[in-house]
């Protein structure tokens, strides 16, 4: 098993960035293929972005050109670099991670396919 914990989040307004953090309990370089996802109130909950490895990342329409992820391997950490925030970003983030030994990573999988996952930051973009 692994566990996620993910921070970063906050209130900012329009035009602003934020930096979410996902802090996995262990080493997860090629075993995991990591997602992030939100959820807004009254809405499903949506994938924002995955990461299979630095040549394979897949981003939403809706975040491309503004949100960037990245990995620390040395923290065990994968981040969401978010600008150009949105009022329409606003929703609750988590980082999820699913067991992966090759092959298609990406949001078709959707967010059932992800085993583990953390327990939520929320961005309020005003």
């Known amino acids: 098993d692994v566990q996620l914990v993910e921070s970063g989040g906050g209130a900012v307004q329009a035009g602003g960035t934020l930096r979410l953090s996902c802090v996995a309990s262990?080493?997860?370089?090629?075993?995991?293929?990591m997602g992030w996802f939100r959820q807004a109130p009254g809405r499903e909950r949506e994938g924002v972005a995955s990461f299979a490895n630095e040549r394979e990342i897949i981003y939403a329409d809706s975040v491309k050109g503004r949100f960037i992820v990245s990995r620390d391997d040395n923290k065990n950490t994968l981040y969401l670099q978010m600008n150009s925030l949105k009022p329409e970003d606003t929703a609750m983030y988590y980082c999820a991670a699913k067991h992966y030994r090759g092959g298609y990573c990406g949001l078709n999988l959707g967010p059932a396919a992800f085993d583990y996952w953390g327990q939520g930051t929320q961005v309020t973009v005003s």
């Open positions: 262990r080493y997860y370089y090629g075993s995991f293929c």
